[in-house]
T-cell receptor
Framework: AQSVTQLGSHVSVSEGALVLLRCNYS??????LFWYVQYPNQGLQLLLK??????LVKGINGFEAEFKKSETSFHLTKPSAHMSDAAEYFC????????????FGKGTKLSVKP | GAGVSQSPSNKVTEKGKDVELRCDPI?????LYWYRQSLGQGLEFLIY????????KSGLPSDRFSAERTGGSVSTLTIQRTQQEDSAVYLC???????????????FGAGSRLTVL
């Protein structure tokens, strides 16, 4: 069965520091991978998606993620954190084929200290 | 509409009552999904609809939960005889289609927060 594991339910960084949010997946077929962000009291917003076109994917707000098949990982990074990045981040996998729903990780809450 | 609309945004009910949550997807999106978000549990898939195909109900936690989608557009999630453990945020999403070879992007609504007393 497909699954997503996000290491660390809470991550805290200082403003200007590197952001690294970890995501590992398991899938029996080449997956489609996503990162979503949820700001307080809002729905989920797509940050970026991996569709096999390129292993390094750039998203909105300066975020990017790299697909590493050998490590079954899709970690999210941003070189310099901003206070406005404080939110909860969810990694998700769509296994491919006919199955349409996404399987989400439990989320990582990012705090940014001034 | 421009986005996915959900109502009510907040619902407080008593244990044992039935509740209905509504989702209005983006116009033209053929796929519609329901997820449940509980504190510390991430997003739990409940059900999805794709066009006129039979819905994938594999995530519904019990027979107290049901959903329908009328006319390929608006969907209603119904929870019968609510229990306290049903308290959560229920999120609806839609996409152009489900499955296939593309990475179909889900667009989410703001959610309906359900509190069962």
């Amino acid at each position: 069965a497909q699954s997503v594991t996000q290491l660390g339910s809470h991550v805290s960084v200082s403003e200007g520091a590197l952001v690294l949010l970890r995501c590992n997946y398991s899938s029996s077929v080449p997956p489609y991978l996503f990162w979503y962000v949820q700001y307080p009291n809002q729905g989920l917003q797509l940050l970026l998606k991996y569709t096999s076109a390129a292993t390094l994917v750039k998203g909105i707000n300066g975020f990017e993620a790299e697909f590493k098949k050998s490590e079954t990982s899709f970690h999210l990074t941003k070189p310099s954190a901003h206070m406005s990045d404080a939110a909860e981040y969810f990694c998700a996998v769509r296994p491919g084929g006919s199955q349409g729903n996404l399987i989400f990780g439990k989320g990582t809450k990012l705090s940014v200290k001034p | 509409g421009a986005g996915v609309s959900q109502s009510p945004s907040n619902k407080v009910t008593e244990k044992g009552k039935d509740v209905e949550l509504r989702c209005d997807p983006i116009s033209g999106h053929t796929a519609l999904y329901w997820y449940r978000q509980s504190l510390g549990q991430g997003l739990e898939f409940l059900i999805y609809f794709q066009g006129n195909s039979a819905p994938d109900k594999s995530g519904l936690p019990s027979d107290r939960f049901s959903a329908e989608r009328t006319g390929g557009s608006v969907s209603t999630l119904t929870i019968q005889r609510t229990q306290q453990e049903d308290s959560a945020v229920y999120l609806c999403a839609s996409s152009l289609r489900a499955g296939g070879s593309g990475a179909n992007v889900l667009t989410f609504g703001a959610g309906s927060r359900l509190t069962v007393l």
